[in-house]
């Protein structure tokens, strides 16, 4: 099932449920769903990397607000924008645990050759492509730093 449909679905449960939160969040992705099918050269339909990486901003978009939110003592919205991610992120795949992660990108570091910090453009780039949707581009940015420090 597409995610659009999937989404309809999960609507219309929370609208008999009653559920707010999840109502919201889920508004919120269909809203993202359709402004990409009908962006300008959009082909009107969603491969499954284009519904992850649309998923994945909206997780992200949370995350940042999140945090400001935090820093800024709002816990009334940080409250809202932390529902509105655990919605989303039940549409996610599966993220990969720190030890996968660093086995992945071991293994990355190892089939390009990288040796240095100089080296970590290189590394990711692959790293971003392969771990697309599993892991967190500042959490890859931060594992491949550290390992090529050392």
Same mark, same amino acid.
């Given at each position: 099932m597409s995610l659009e449909l999937n989404i309809n679905a999960e @609507?219309?449960?929370?609208m008999l449920g009653k559920k707010e939160a999840?109502?919201?969040?889920?508004?919120?992705i269909?809203?993202? @769903?359709?402004?990409?099918?009908?962006?300008e050269g959009a082909?009107?339909?969603?491969?499954a990397a284009d519904e992850a990486k649309l998923l994945q901003k909206l997780a992200k978009q949370r995350k940042d607000s999140l945090e400001i939110f935090r820093t800024q003592?709002?816990?009334?919205?940080?409250?809202?924008?932390?529902?509105?991610?655990?919605v989303i992120e039940r549409f996610l795949p599966k993220q990969m645990s720190e030890g996968e992660l660093r086995t992945a990108i071991t293994d990355i570091i190892a089939s390009t050759g990288a040796s240095s910090?100089?080296?970590?453009?290189k590394v990711m780039g692959v790293a971003t492509k392969q771990l697309?949707?599993?892991?967190?581009?500042?959490? @890859?940015s931060a594992l491949?730093?550290?390992?090529?420090?050392?």
């Open positions: @609507i219309k449960a929370a999840d109502l919201r969040a889920l508004r919120a269909k809203a993202a @769903i359709l402004v990409a099918k009908t962006a082909s009107g339909e969603l491969t003592n709002r816990e009334d919205l940080a409250v809202k924008e932390e529902e509105e991610l655990v910090a100089a080296d970590m453009g697309a949707g599993k892991a967190d581009g500042k959490a @890859i491949v730093k550290e390992l090529l420090s050392k």
